[in-house]
């Protein structure tokens, strides 16, 4: 570049900046009137709906756009398509204060010339472990047709880092073939929710973390989510790829804890050592902690498998092995297999025959979601081998029994409404979700098992009453002999 060439680039480039300097002001004037700051979720999953109803709480104008016109129509009756305490009130008194309002347009949303735009479309796994960005790519491609004034387009699925970069190309594409100059910024605003306690986590987060390429977005987003934290601690301002990165790196720096804990329990049950003695002894350790070190059967859900399997992926793609990464991952799915060698095992390999009952079969307890839960696979493997299968779950029955018909498994099995039932009437228990219910089970409920034994892939129990019952325990690393 030449000096002139240099003095031009350096004029366009400030102009650019001036000009969306002006144009952040529009939302800089709102966001010091909750109820003039308008927000655009686009996705009404989890994380859209959760985000929506908690902005919508603090007075925020919220719409939020979603094209399933059944989830639209449930959600205008106040039905919300998953399992999640304290959302139903929240959805209802947003939409009847006025703060909340659901549509199947995004072209009229966007006409209302929200401040906010938040990015909420699901980001599953492809085949190859790393993340399918159809429709975060659609929806930028439809914002960029429908925004009518400047606006900051917000990231919060969980996607690679880049993935803002494509948005904002995405949307200037299509602003460029409507040949409008209207000037919007990107940012990325990963959610730290966890299924079960979202509503808690968003309205008394640990952090906000906010990634963007300006010091006035990151101060405009800051203002958004002052209302929900108590110090300006709280809210971490970073480039875009660090937010990006760090979304990945949480969920995987917690999958790393599970997975070193239940490799400490195979290895904890080998040498005579009781797993949770260990944790504690650890966790006492302010520099480890007690967090998500708990072992058991392996760590499910929609999250932690996905982003672990996109993170590995992401460091292919940028030619930088994630061997540790990788090998959490290997160490989970190995932990399913090491239970269910134990279940075969204490039946010298046949279980054909055997009434088996299941507790739990959510991938954690509070929530009906069974996507990646161990539940799947450990029963599958005693139906394949002949076994009865009798199943409860205090919420998620119905969605695994939905699952089991769609997949047309065959072989036996039920779902039962009560733990009693179970209790009853089968060989042996399989504990899989740690629910309040199960934990508050005495060792005598399980005493007319006719094989008398509890599998427990949860180590909810106290091992000396459980064999003080006459109960043979199978736990994850607490096997020590006594
Ligand atoms: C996780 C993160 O905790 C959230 O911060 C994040 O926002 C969310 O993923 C997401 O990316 O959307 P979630 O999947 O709802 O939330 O569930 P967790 O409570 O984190 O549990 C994940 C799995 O780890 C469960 O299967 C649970 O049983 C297992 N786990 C957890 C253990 O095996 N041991 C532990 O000590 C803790």
Known sequence: M?????????????????????????????????????IVMIGAGYVGLVTGACFAAKQYAVTVVEK??????????????????????????????????????????????PHFIFLCVGTPPLPDGSADLTFVRQAAQE?????????????????????ADMVKAEIQNQLTLRNTDILFDVA??????????????????DRVVIGAGSEQVHTLMSALYRPFVKTNNQLICMNIPSAELTKYAANAMLATRISFMNQMALLADKVGADVEAVRAGIASDTRIGPEFLKAGIGYGGSCFPKDVTALA??????????????????????????????IFDHYNGNVAGKTIGILGLAFKPNTDDIRCAPSIDVMKALIAAGALVVAYDPVARENMQRMFEQEGIKGQYCFVNAAIEILHDADAVIILTQWDEFKR???????SLRDKVVFDGRNIFDPISMTSAGLTYITIGRNMPR
């Open 313 to 342: 992926d992401m460091g292919r793609q940028h030619d930088q092995p994630m061997t540790l990464i990788e090998a959490v991952d290997a160490v989970n799915l190995a932990q399913r297999e090491y239970f269910i060698k134990r």
């Open 143 to 163: 914002i960029g047709a429908n925004l009518q004034e400047y606006a900051i387009v917000i990231t919060k699925s969980t996607v690679p880092v880049g993935s």
């Open 441 to 447: 089970l005495p060792a005598q409920a399980f005493a």
């Open 68 to 113: 399933d016109q059944r989830k639209i129509n449930a959600l205008h009756n106040r039905q919300i398509p998953f399992y999640e305490p304290d959302l139903v009130d929240l959805v209802d008194a947003g939409f009847r204060r006025g703060s909340l309002k659901f549509s199947d347009n995004i072209a009229s949303a966007l006409a209302s010339a």
């Open 188 to 205: 990325s605003n990963p959610e730290f929710l966890k299924e079960g306690e979202a509503v808690k986590d968003f309205f008394e987060p």
């Open 2 to 38: 030449n000096v002139k060439e240099t003095i031009l680039y350096s004029v366009v480039i400030a102009s650019i900046g001036l000009s969306n300097i002006y144009a952040r002001r529009s939302v800089d004037d709102a966001i010091r009137n909750p109820d003039e700051v308008k």
